[in-house]
């Protein structure tokens, strides 16, 4: 059973010399398409994420530690990973609906813009 995820990747403290050997590195191990940097020039955090499915049974941990240890081996020496993991399947949502007392309320201009809720009774009007 595969689990569709969003990875992203952090990477701190490595070789600025490897920095194409690391990306490649992780590229082989996920899907990552946009790469970016903060900070200094020659210290700077590499950053990534992309989306793509855990297969196998694999765990985040599991990936994690396949991960690093490609990006480490890419760096020739440890540096600081970090990885973000969000499952995309069966996210919570809410679900918001109005209706015709809705409609009638918003359309003769019972709601304030500013504030959300002119029903409030803390509610001051701040159009002059």
Same mark, same amino acid.
Request: net charge negative; with cysteine.
């Given at each position: +059973?595969?689990?569709?995820?969003? +990875? @992203? ?36 955090? +590499? ?8 297969? !196998? !049974?694999?765990? *985040? ?15 020739? !020496? ?15 949502? *809410? ?20 504030? @959300? ?12």
């Amino acid at each position: +059973m595969s689990r569709f995820y969003e +990875m @992203g990747v952090e990477v701190s403290g490595h070789d600025p010399a490897k920095v194409a050997e690391i990306q490649a590195a992780a590229e082989q191990e996920w899907p990552f398409d946009d790469w970016w940097f903060a900070g200094d020039d020659n210290a700077a955090t +590499m950053h990534a994420s992309g989306q793509s499915s855990l297969g !196998g !049974g694999e765990t *985040e941990e599991e990936f994690t530690e396949r991960l690093s240890l490609a990006i480490w081996r890419a760096n020739g !020496g440890y540096c600081h990973v970090s990885v973000d993991a969000t499952y995309l399947e069966n996210l919570p949502y *809410e679900t918001h609906e109005l209706d015709e007392s809705d409609y009638a309320r918003l359309i003769d201009g019972k709601h304030d813009q500013d504030t @959300g809720d002119t029903q409030d009774e803390n509610h001051v009007d701040r159009r002059d």
